[in-house]
């Protein structure tokens, strides 16, 4: 058989500019479990946590004002990574 290749989550994150809320919408075939983190441009770990279906919103109510990357981490094993914006 063909191997199954892991490939990076496919996904939108809204609003953005955001403010109290990130919401993550999975897009295609929902495949189980992914994990999220959201990385400070220094690099630094600011929020994680498990995105659990399809569409899952993140409290980003702490986040000071500024500019974050936020990675997905799907069943696959490659991240794939959105530029987020908090005002």
Same mark, same amino acid.
């Given at each position: 058989?063909?191997?199954?290749?892991?490939?990076?989550?496919?996904?939108?994150?809204?609003?953005?500019?955001m403010e109290n809320y990130?919401?993550?919408?999975?897009? +295609?075939?929902?495949?189980?479990?992914?994990?999220?983190?959201? #990385?400070?441009?220094? %690099?630094?770990?600011?929020?994680?946590?498990? !995105?659990?279906s399809r569409e899952y919103?993140?409290?980003? +109510?702490?986040l000071a004002a500024g500019?974050?990357?936020?990675? #997905?981490?799907?069943? %696959?094993?490659?991240?794939?990574?959105?530029? !987020?914006?908090?005002?």
């Amino acid at each position: 058989g063909v191997d199954e290749i892991a490939t990076a989550e496919d996904f939108v994150a809204f609003p953005n500019p955001m403010e109290n809320y990130l919401t993550i919408r999975r897009n +295609g075939i929902f495949s189980g479990f992914a994990k999220f983190r959201v #990385l400070s441009l220094q %690099g630094a770990e600011v929020l994680t946590g498990t !995105v659990v279906s399809r569409e899952y919103m993140i409290d980003t +109510g702490a986040l000071a004002a500024g500019s974050y990357i936020l990675e #997905l981490t799907g069943p %696959g094993g490659l991240p794939a990574y959105r530029h !987020v914006v908090k005002d």
